[in-house]
Structure formats: C-alpha cells, structure tokens
C-alpha cells in the first residue's frame, strides 16, 4: 500500500502530462480532418460541375461563376484555407493525414495557380462551353435519384447558361485562334446536345414540356449569341495557349510532386521517344517479313447481326475480368460496380466519336460505369458484316477492354472510390489513372491475355508507347511556347509517319485537344514509367513473398493520387 502510494505521488504529474498530451493529439487530428472537409467543401462549391461527376449533389442546382467577384471571393479563400493548412506541416499527423496534407496543399496550390496565374476563365471559351454541357450531361448520367427529381436541377442549371455565357463574354479577350475554333465546333454540339436533351426531357415530363422548351431556347440562343462574339473578336497571338515554363514547372510540382523541370521532362520524353521509335520500327519490319497472312479466312454464319456484336463487347468485358482472377493479377472486389459496354447514347453523339468511359462518382451511392462504343449501323451489308464478324472472331475488342475497363480505368476507379478517406475520393490525378491504365495495356499482353504471341496486337502496344511519348515532347513544347499549333502538328506527322488525309486530320484534332489540357498528355508515359519504378522498388523490399497481384492490390488502394507520392508507403 506504502509502496503504490509513492509510485503515484512520484508519477501522477507524468501521468497527466502524458493525458493532456492524448488528448491534444487527438484533437490536433480532429482540427486536421475538419480544416480537411472545410477546404473540399470550399473548391466542390465553386465548381459544381465537377462535383456533381464526382457524385457530390449538393450543389447540383448551380453552374460555376467565373465573374470578377466571384473569381476574386474564391482566391481570397483558399489563400486563407493555405495559411491555415501550413500550420500542420510540422503536426504530429499519421503517414496517411501527412498524405492527405500533401494532397490538399496540391488541390489549394493549384486552384490558384488556375483561378490566379493561368486564369483560365479569361483566355479558354471552352471552359464555359464544357460547363453548360457537363452540368446537364453528368445529371442525366448519375443513377443517386429518379428523373422526376434530377429534372429539377437541370432547369435550374439550363437557366443559368445565358448568364454563364454573358460572364464568358466580359472575360475572354484576345484567345488564341485554335481555341476559337474549338469552341465554336463545340458550340455547335452544345446546341444540338440541348435540343436533343430537352426534347427527352419534355416526352418524359409533358406537364413541364412548355417550361424546359423556354429554358431550353433560350440556353440555345444564348450559345448561338457566343459564336457570333466568338466569329467576330480579334484572336491573339498564335501561342497564346501557352501556360509558359514557371506555371508549367509549378505543375510538374505541385500537382505531380516531380523533383524536375521542364526542360528535364522534355530530355527524358526525348528518350523515351528515341527508344520507342526504334523499338516500334524494328518490329515493324519484323512484322512485315514474318507475319503477312492477309485477312483472316473465316466463316460467317447468316445469323450474326449488330446485337451479337454489342453481346460481344459486354461478354469480352466479363472475360478479362475474369482472366485477371484466374491468373492471380490482381484481385477484383466482389462488391465493384456494374460496367456496361452500350452504343453511345444519340444526345452525345456529337460529343463522343470514338471509344470512351465515363465512370460513376465515387461519392455516388449508384456505381455504374459505362463504356461508350462507336454506334453500329442498323443497315450492316454483308462485306461490313464479315469484318465484324472477323473482329469478333479474333476478339478484337480485348485492348479497348484492357485500357478502359479491367484492369484499366473502370477496375482503379472504381478501387480508388471505395476508399473511405472524403480527401482520397476527391482525387483525380491523370498521372495516376492514365499512367495504370497505359501500364496495364503492356502488362497483360505479358501475362498472356493473347496469347504465347500476338504480333499485330504488340505493335500496337509498342505504337501506343511511340504515341504517348511522343506527346511528352508535344505536352512541354506547346505550353513553354516552343510549338506554335501548326508547327505542333507538322511535328506530329513527321514523328509519327502519319500519311492519310483521316490520319492528318485526326492529329489536327488531337494537337488541338492539347493545347487546352497542359501536363495532361505526358500523364500517361510518365506515369506508366513511375508505376514501373514503384514495382521495382516493391518487389525488392518484398521480395520473399512478392507476387504481382499483391502489388496491384497495393498500389490500387492507394487512390487516384500521384503515383509520387505513393513511395511514402515504401520508406
């Protein structure tokens, strides 16, 4: 009894010291993860659109504002959001909160660097083009509530494109011609998107028919009012596109957290494009000597019509899935979301020509991806019939599969979302997600999704690695003001031996793409070289009981962050 009274009255100070200590610990945290809500709270706000695709539906009833006050209100905020987050840069946090502070201070930085340094709002009309569309498009889209209650949203948010547009009309000055081209191109999809999108929505809501007419004209009228401002203002000059070295050194940064510049990025995209080129080339002409069968012979029963071809796609879907299981690459939750390859809908068609997925939002309580297929003619004549049929036959359809769905952007999207951190959900980064799914195109061709040898599929891998790094070369020299857009594309063709009239002008289209998108296009090489590096680097720290599939299932769970910063996990 002597003893315990002694032991308590000697440590009964450390003990309350060590109490207070918890207990400021814990609070410290809570602080960390309330500053953390508050700032995704304050950028989903702002952009209403993106958070509506992500799945958050708070702010489903408005479009963004891109006035002066507002542009000014929001910087004022999430410089107020920076100082308050730097504070815990030295906190005692977790490895994961520390993860999470790099990841806000990214999504704060380059927020500002948007709305401050680039100021997009005043140099892209696409901007304001993309948000009339994508606010009416990622509401038709998500499955969180019946039409009846969405159409509400959609009105209000038809309602508000002639002021979106009038604010577009204060802001743009001097846009570079390329992006008035774009635009106005848009436009003209946007025009027929409303139309179509408001004639669904009167069939199906005919007591609101002559209200959504109104809305619907007069979004139109306004969109018709900004290519004729767009037609008449004076373009700027030919490179005005271009972010310039320190706002695209800044991303390098602070969206990819690279210890590099640009002029570093652009020697290494210059290697990678030196080793593709000679890779691609030898193989070719290995190709050419060795494998010239011609067109495959094969018989095509009478019978095989345009739903076996959509079957097929949604079977072929199933089937890699299922390959990915069975040959331990990684595993697949039980609980994924639905994927269901469809024709693109009419009311995108003029938006979406190719192949393209559009996921759910990982905030969403729905999750159903869909992968967007080139329509199918209902007239197929029989000559177009055998190629189908020639396409099915050999299941073509595998590398579209492979780098939009398993286990490409459907299977890490959908893992990503099932994170239960809001600051990880929120996360989007290009390098992450393209960068997987162009790794993953390789990956399984080396896992035997075709075979001991497919030598038509593997040049178009081996193409596809030319094209990405070529487009690093292409991504840096277009923003830094090295590449007019014309010079761009002359570029492309040359690189790329591009020799059709279609080929030409697909590349005009996608130069054109680039120069609205700065660091996009090197995500996709880069990121594939960094998840390649964080394998290395797993396997040798994990080398005993290393398998592949363990380090996919690692890596996935991780988000859609930097892959950067992922050899946090590894230190």
């Given at each position: 009894?002597?003893?315990?009274?002694?032991?308590?009255?000697?440590?009964?100070?450390?003990?309350?010291?060590?109490?207070?200590?918890t207990?400021?610990?814990?609070?410290?945290?809570?602080?960390?993860?309330?500053?953390?809500?508050?700032?995704?709270?304050?950028?989903?706000?702002?952009?209403?659109?993106?958070?509506?695709e992500?799945?958050i539906h708070?702010?489903?009833?408005h479009l963004?504002?891109?006035?002066?006050?507002?542009?000014?209100?929001?910087?004022?905020?999430?410089?107020?959001?920076?100082?308050?987050?730097?504070?815990?840069?030295?906190?005692?946090?977790?490895?994961?909160?520390?993860?999470?502070?790099?990841?806000l201070?990214?999504?704060?930085?380059?927020?500002?660097?948007?709305?401050?340094?680039?100021?997009w709002?005043?140099?892209?009309?696409q901007?304001?083009?993309?948000?009339?569309?994508?606010?009416?498009?990622?509401?038709?889209?998500?499955?969180?509530?019946?039409?009846?209650?969405?159409?509400?949203?959609?009105?209000?948010?038809?309602?508000?494109v002639?002021a979106?547009?009038?604010?577009?009309?204060?802001?743009?000055?001097?846009?570079?011609?390329?992006?008035?081209?774009?635009?106005?191109?848009?436009?003209?999809?946007?025009i027929?998107?409303?139309?179509?999108?408001?004639?669904?929505?009167?069939?199906?809501?005919?007591?609101?028919?002559?209200?959504?007419?109104?809305?619907?004209?007069?979004?139109?009228?306004?969109?018709?009012?900004?290519?004729?401002?767009?037609i008449?203002?004076?373009?700027?000059?030919?490179?005005a596109?271009?972010?310039?070295?320190?706002?695209?050194?800044?991303?390098?940064?602070?969206?990819?957290?690279?210890?590099?510049?640009?002029?570093?990025?652009?020697?290494?995209g210059?290697?990678?494009?030196?080793?593709a080129?000679?890779?691609?080339?030898?193989?070719?002409k290995?190709?050419?000597?060795?494998?010239?069968?011609?067109?495959?012979?094969?018989?095509?029963?009478?019978?095989?019509?345009?739903?076996?071809?959509?079957?097929?796609?949604?079977?072929?879907?199933?089937?890699?899935?299922?390959?990915?299981?069975?040959?331990?690459i990684?595993?697949?939750?039980?609980?994924i979301?639905?994927?269901?390859?469809?024709?693109?809908?009419?009311?995108?068609?003029?938006?979406?020509?190719?192949?393209?997925?559009?996921?759910?939002?990982?905030?969403?309580s729905?999750q159903?991806?869909?992968?967007?297929?080139?329509?199918?003619?209902?007239?197929?004549?029989r000559?177009?019939?055998?190629?189908?049929?020639?396409?099915?036959?050999?299941?073509?359809?595998?590398?579209?599969?492979?780098h939009?769905?398993?286990?490409?952007?459907?299977?890490?999207?959908?893992?990503?979302?099932?994170?239960?951190?809001?600051?990880?959900?929120?996360?989007?980064?290009?390098?992450?997600?393209?960068?997987?799914?162009?790794?993953?195109?390789e990956?399984?061709?080396?896992?035997?999704?075709?075979?001991?040898e497919d030598?038509?599929?593997?040049?178009?891998?081996?193409?596809?690695?030319?094209?990405?790094?070529?487009?690093?070369?292409v991504?840096?020299k277009l923003?830094?003001?090295?590449?007019?857009?014309?010079?761009?594309?002359?570029?492309?063709?040359?690189?790329?031996?591009?020799?059709?009239?279609?080929?030409?002008?697909?590349?005009?289209?996608?130069?054109?793409?680039?120069?609205?998108?700065?660091?996009?296009?090197?995500?996709?090489?880069?990121?594939?070289?960094?998840?390649?590096?964080?394998?290395?680097?797993?396997?040798?720290?994990?080398?005993?009981?290393?398998?592949?599939?363990?380090?996919?299932?690692?890596?996935?769970?991780?988000?859609?962050?930097?892959?950067?910063?992922?050899?946090?996990?590894?230190?």
């Open positions: 009894m002597t003893t315990d009274r002694r032991f308590f009255k000697l440590y009964y100070p450390l003990l309350i010291f060590l109490s207070l200590l207990i400021s610990n814990v609070q410290g945290k809570s602080k960390f993860e309330t500053l953390s809500n508050q700032i995704l709270e304050s950028i989903q706000a702002f952009y209403p659109v993106k958070s509506t992500m799945g708070s702010y489903d009833y963004a504002d891109y006035s002066s006050s507002s542009v000014k209100k929001m910087t004022k905020s999430l410089n107020k959001f920076q100082t308050r987050l730097y504070k815990y840069k030295s906190a005692k946090l977790t490895r994961e909160q520390k993860i999470n502070y790099k990841l201070k990214s999504n704060l930085d380059i927020a500002l660097l948007d709305l401050r340094k680039i100021r709002h005043k140099k892209s009309p901007l304001y083009v993309d948000e009339a569309i994508n606010g009416l498009y990622f509401l038709m889209l998500s499955g969180h509530a019946p039409m009846s209650e969405k159409v509400v949203a959609i009105i209000s948010r038809m309602k508000q002639p979106l547009f009038k604010t577009a009309k204060k802001n743009i000055s001097k846009p570079p011609q390329v992006y008035i081209d774009a635009a106005l191109e848009s436009l003209e999809s946007a027929e998107f409303y139309k179509l999108a408001s004639g669904k929505l009167m069939s199906q809501f005919p007591e609101r028919a002559d209200n959504i007419l109104k809305i619907s004209t007069r979004a139109r009228e306004a969109m018709t009012d900004f290519s004729s401002f767009l008449e203002i004076t373009p700027g000059k030919e490179t596109f271009s972010i310039g070295k320190d706002n695209f050194d800044y991303k390098l940064k602070h969206e990819y957290f690279f210890d590099f510049d640009s002029d570093s990025l652009l020697k290494i210059e290697s990678l494009l030196a080793d080129q000679k890779a691609y080339r030898t193989y070719e290995y190709l050419e000597d060795s494998h010239q069968n011609g067109a495959d012979s094969v018989y095509v029963p009478k019978e095989f019509n345009r739903q076996d071809i959509l079957d097929y796609y949604n079977w072929e879907t199933n089937q890699v899935k299922i390959f990915l299981e069975k040959n331990n990684i595993n697949v939750p039980e609980n979301g639905q994927l269901s390859v469809i024709e693109t809908p009419p009311f995108l068609r003029s938006m979406h020509g190719g192949i393209a997925y559009q996921p759910a939002g990982p905030f969403d729905e159903h991806g869909y992968f967007y297929v080139r329509p199918i003619p209902e007239d197929l004549n000559r177009l019939l055998e190629s189908r049929y020639r396409y099915v036959h050999r299941r073509g359809f595998k590398g579209s599969v492979v939009e769905a398993y286990p490409g952007h459907h299977l890490q999207l959908q893992i990503a979302g099932m994170n239960k951190s809001k600051v990880r959900k929120w996360q989007f980064n290009i390098m992450m997600i393209e960068g997987w799914a162009l790794y993953s195109e990956m399984m061709y080396e896992n035997g999704l075709f075979g001991d030598p038509v599929q593997w040049l178009g891998i081996l193409g596809g690695i030319r094209y990405r790094a070529a487009r690093i070369v991504d840096v923003h830094t003001g090295q590449f007019s857009y014309d010079q761009c594309v002359a570029w492309m063709n040359e690189t790329l031996d591009i020799e059709t009239e279609g080929q030409k002008a697909y590349i005009r289209k996608e130069v054109r793409r680039y120069t609205h998108n700065p660091t996009y296009q090197m995500s996709y090489l880069m990121g594939k070289r960094e998840i390649l590096r964080l394998r290395e680097a797993y396997k040798n720290k994990h080398y005993e009981d290393y398998t592949l599939a363990a380090f996919h299932n690692w890596l996935l769970e991780k988000g859609s962050l930097p892959p950067a910063l992922i050899w946090d996990y590894l230190k």
